[in-house]
């Protein structure tokens, strides 16, 4: 049997976007039950990457390199290694807006203070396939 061009067509482009889909290290759904049932984490310091040998990836995680879920509220030390410069890392929520710029790389850091709430971090540019988010509690 053979299959329209359109239907595939379609299916390669919904294959595509489920790729993209998975370039970041995070949900583009920031209300993820997942999220809200993880157990609490206590890092001492956050870990942003985005854009490592140009790739489009971006990523928070704590200083063993876990992935930040459900944070508990309070400030922390956050380094951020932008590998790249057609790549950002903007980190967004309560309180929150800290934004490496795009043309420069290399690390970052910031201190920053989270409150209970959901929290985003994209590169602006290409927000649509490098996002993520956590929750704090």
């Known amino acids: 049997m053979r299959r329209p061009a359109t239907a595939v067509m379609v299916g390669a482009m919904a294959l595509g976007a489920a790729a993209c889909a998975g370039s970041a290290n995070g949900s583009s759904d920031p209300g993820s039950q997942d999220d809200a049932n993880a157990p609490v984490q206590h890092p001492t310091a956050l870990v942003g990457e985005t854009g490592k040998d140009d790739s489009f990836t971006i990523s928070l995680s704590d200083e063993n390199g876990a992935r930040i879920t459900n944070l508990a509220a309070g400030t922390y030390k956050l380094t951020v290694h932008d590998h790249s410069s ?3 890392f903007h980190l967004a929520g309560s309180g929150v807006n800290t934004i490496t710029s795009i043309g420069d790389t ?6 920053v203070t989270f409150q209970p709430g959901t929290y985003t971090f994209v590169c602006d540019p290409h927000v649509s396939t490098m996002n993520g988010h956590f929750r704090v509690s």
Do not use: E, L, P, W
């Open 86 to 88: 057609v790549h950002n």
């Open 106 to 111: 290399g690390d970052q850091t910031f201190t």
